[in-house]
């Protein structure tokens, strides 16, 4: 039973535009969720996070939006780069600070 | 500053044959360690994590192993490998505060 949901395997957007990436959760003790960026063949990089008594985080071109009540959440990046093509996990956490990943999202940046 | 070095970066071994990924890391103490898995078409998924010297939790029944013989060093381990057991292994490391930091990983190709 997957806990993150990552519904959209892949994603392309046009060089400039908004790139929204959405991941769904089903454990409401997820206290703290993350976005991890992973290039082909190496290991995933921390991107941005937010905790769960937040709505909003934001970091310069990247901006994570949680919606509680919904149990989604979503990470905006304006304007899209070629260097955002990548795979995004979404990834949540409880206290004791294991993290369970969603399977990712390939974003395409078309130029 | 941190690091954490994980190799081999990638191995190809027979089916039945024994197996020992190293994860090590530097500039910390004590941290909290992790394995995880990255099978074809799915998410990265945890295997086992370690909060200190010799405590070592399994969170998926499997052929694995792992071991903490050292306070910043992780094993993950077999003693005979399956075509199943194929995927790219990420170690990770955490201080206990938000995110994390993996490691460049070992794609394993059992054959």
């Known amino acids: 039973d997957q806990q993150v949901k990552q519904n959209s395997p892949s994603l392309s957007v046009q060089e400039g535009r908004i790139s929204i990436l959405n991941c769904d959760y089903t454990n409401s003790m997820f206290d703290y969720f993350l976005w991890y960026k992973k290039y082909p063949a190496e290991g995933p990089t921390f991107l941005i996070s937010?905790?769960?008594?937040?709505d909003k985080n934001e970091d310069g071109r990247f901006t994570v939006f949680l919606n509680k009540s919904a149990k989604h959440l979503s990470l905006h990046i304006v304007p899209s780069q070629p260097g955002d093509s990548a795979v995004y996990f979404c990834?949540?956490?409880?206290?004791?600070?294991?993290?369970?990943f969603g399977k990712g999202t390939r974003l395409h940046i078309l130029p | 500053s941190q690091t954490i070095h994980q190799w081999p970066a990638t191995l190809v071994q027979p089916v039945g044959s024994p197996l020992s990924l190293e994860c090590t890391v530097e500039?910390?103490?004590?941290?909290?360690l992790y394995w995880y898995r990255q099978a074809a078409g799915r998410g990265l998924q945890l295997l086992f994590y370690s909060v200190g010297i010799g405590q070592i939790s399994s969170e998926v029944p499997q052929n694995l192993s792992a071991s903490r013989p050292q306070d910043r060093q992780f094993i993950l381990s077999s003693k005979k490998l399956l075509l199943s057991d194929s995927g790219f292994y990420l170690c990770a490391w955490s201080s206990g505060a938000w995110g994390y930091t993996f490691g460049s990983g070992t794609r394993l190709t059992v054959v």
């Open positions: 990834a949540a956490s409880e206290e004791d600070d294991k993290i369970i």
């Open positions: 937010i905790s769960s008594i937040k």
């Open positions: 500039g910390t103490s004590n941290p909290n």
